[in-house]
């Protein structure tokens, strides 16, 4: 496979303008850390962003970033922590459950998947904290979406389109972001032995809450037969765990603290987590670590499962039921990891026909080649959302050069 290597915008307009003449699609990649996500691409050339890795302006009294694509996430953060900073998005490292090196993701591949943590209940997704891009488009030619300041859009804000788009649009080259301090303080409370209708009712409760919550999540009595790392401050349990996490600063937190627990009386009573093991629990919780790909459970097919939270647990307990799979709840309930036995087709018709009755989707983020063949990895779409998709693919890419049947089977 050629690997085409560029050190800034102009040779990406180059590179794409030579695929253009010779008709030869381009596989987009940082450090393809998320390479084994999709459907098996149709290119056999390479677009190296590696290159591309340095912060070009960082304002912590603005609260922005900018930096180009290529930039490992690892150095990000680090930079970003040394002001006590962060992206509130909550960026999941997809290493652990993909069996990738630890930091080895790209901002440019965080925004081009869009995958957020436990706080996007609070604060949202990728898309939402992207305030600008410059990028090459399907033409060659580069473009600017966006810019530095939240309001600095006047019609549609093109960016957020790349978001979420797995680099089937366009090539990013530099994205600006803004970031946020950290919170102070951080609280979990934790209610064990509730099974998962119930905990959907405890989760429910908070989410409707006026206290603020950034995190809730329920991880059931069969996790905790496989899971390490920063669950084991769970203390081992063999009862299913709901959290409910509360930042900002420390007496707040405290209070609601309190409050939440007085809420929740009914479900239970609830104990309480400090930082530093809260923090390590939350991480383990967005990076999904209980189905590591080195665990026992990584032979298995994950799927991304969003959902109407309140229909969360039924549905999670049901296709653990029907599969004999693993569950994993996060926002509430809307989010479900589940992994799932080896099958020919990861059980895609029994989920989504399933996903149908509450109106779900679903996404398979880890599967074998064969299976990834075989199945649809991302949902199939409604047919006027199927020609809505098309015609903005069609106006950044219309020759379709960029990451060939990663999304859409060609």
């Given at each position: 496979?050629?690997?085409?290597?560029?050190?800034?915008?102009?040779?990406?307009?180059?590179?794409?303008?030579?695929?253009?003449a010779?008709?030869?699609?381009?596989?987009?990649?940082?450090?393809?850390?998320?390479r084994?996500?999709g459907?098996?691409?149709?290119?056999?050339?390479?677009?190296d962003?590696?290159?591309?890795?340095?912060?070009?302006?960082?304002?912590?009294?603005?609260?922005?970033?900018?930096?180009?694509?290529?930039a490992?996430?690892a150095?990000?953060?680090?930079?970003?922590?040394?002001?006590?900073q962060?992206?509130?998005?909550?960026?999941?490292?997809?290493s652990?459950?993909?069996g990738?090196?630890?930091?080895?993701?790209?901002i440019?591949g965080?925004?081009?998947?869009?995958?957020?943590?436990?706080?996007r209940?609070k604060?949202?997704?990728?898309?939402?904290?992207?305030?600008?891009?410059?990028?090459?488009?399907?033409?060659g030619?580069?473009?600017?979406?966006?810019?530095?300041v939240?309001k600095?859009?006047?019609?549609?804000?093109?960016?957020?389109?790349?978001?979420?788009?797995?680099?089937t649009?366009?090539?990013?080259?530099?994205?600006?972001?803004?970031v946020?301090p950290?919170?102070?303080?951080?609280?979990?409370?934790?209610?064990?032995?509730?099974?998962?209708?119930?905990?959907?009712?405890?989760m429910?409760?908070a989410?409707?809450?006026s206290?603020?919550?950034?995190?809730?999540?329920?991880?059931?009595?069969?996790?905790?037969?496989?899971?390490?790392d920063?669950?084991?401050?769970?203390?081992?349990?063999?009862?299913?765990?709901?959290?409910?996490?509360?930042e900002?600063?420390?007496?707040?937190?405290?209070?609601r603290a309190?409050?939440?627990?007085?809420?929740?009386?009914?479900?239970?009573a609830?104990?309480?987590?400090?930082?530093?093991?809260?923090?390590?629990?939350?991480?383990s919780?967005?990076?999904?670590?209980?189905?590591?790909?080195?665990?026992?459970?990584?032979?298995?097919p994950?799927?991304?499962?969003?959902c109407?939270?309140?229909?969360?647990?039924a549905?999670?307990?049901?296709?653990?039921?029907?599969t004999?799979?693993?569950?994993i709840?996060d926002?509430?309930?809307?989010?479900?990891?589940?992994?799932?036995?080896?099958?020919a087709?990861?059980?895609?018709?029994?989920?989504?026909?399933?996903?149908k009755?509450?109106?779900?989707?679903?996404?398979?983020?880890?599967a074998?080649?064969?299976?990834?063949?075989?199945?649809d990895?991302?949902?199939?779409q409604?047919?006027?959302?199927?020609?809505?998709?098309?015609?903005?693919?069609?106006?950044?890419?219309?020759?379709?050069?960029?990451?060939?049947?990663?999304?859409?089977?060609?």
């Amino acid at each position: 496979m050629d690997t085409l290597k560029v050190r800034d915008a102009k040779d990406v307009e180059q590179a794409v303008r030579d695929a253009l003449a010779a008709e030869q699609p381009l596989e987009i990649v940082g450090h393809g850390s998320k390479r084994a996500i999709g459907l098996p691409m149709a290119t056999n050339a390479v677009l190296d962003l590696s290159a591309l890795n340095a912060i070009t302006s960082y304002e912590p009294n603005e609260l922005i970033v900018t930096v180009q694509a290529g930039a490992p996430m690892a150095d990000l953060l680090s930079l970003i922590d040394s002001k006590n900073q962060q992206f509130a998005f909550d960026p999941m490292d997809t290493s652990v459950l993909l069996g990738t090196p630890r930091g080895a993701g790209t901002i440019g591949g965080v925004i081009a998947a869009g995958l957020a943590g436990p706080r996007r209940i609070k604060a949202g997704g990728a898309r939402d904290h992207l305030l600008g891009a410059h990028a090459v488009s399907g033409f060659g030619d580069s473009f600017k979406a966006g810019g530095k300041v939240v309001k600095n859009v006047t019609g549609y804000d093109l960016c957020k389109l790349l978001a979420g788009s797995w680099g089937t649009l366009s090539v990013m080259t530099e994205v600006t972001l803004k970031v946020l301090p950290k919170a102070e303080s951080e609280r979990t409370l934790v209610l064990r032995g509730l099974d998962e209708v119930t905990a959907n009712r405890a989760m429910t409760a908070a989410l409707g809450s006026s206290f603020d919550v950034s995190g809730v999540a329920h991880l059931p009595a069969s996790i905790f037969r496989t899971t390490g790392d920063g669950l084991a401050a769970l203390g081992g349990s063999q009862q299913g765990v709901t959290l409910i996490r509360l930042e900002g600063i420390g007496a707040s937190v405290s209070d609601r603290a309190g409050s939440v627990s007085q809420l929740l009386a009914p479900f239970g009573a609830s104990d309480m987590l400090a930082d530093d093991v809260s923090a390590s629990v939350w991480e383990s919780i967005r990076d999904v670590t209980p189905f590591a790909a080195s665990g026992s459970l990584g032979a298995w097919p994950v799927w991304r499962i969003v959902c109407p939270p309140a229909a969360g647990g039924a549905f999670g307990q049901a296709l653990a039921r029907e599969t004999g799979g693993d569950v994993i709840y996060d926002w509430g309930g809307g989010l479900i990891w589940a992994a799932l036995p080896p099958a020919a087709d990861a059980h895609a018709a029994l989920l989504r026909e399933r996903l149908k009755t509450i109106g779900g989707h679903a996404t398979l983020l880890r599967a074998t080649d064969q299976v990834r063949n075989t199945v649809d990895v991302f949902q199939p779409q409604e047919p006027g959302v199927a020609a809505l998709g098309a015609r903005v693919k069609a106006s950044f890419d219309p020759r379709n050069i960029f990451n060939r049947g990663r999304m859409v089977r060609t």
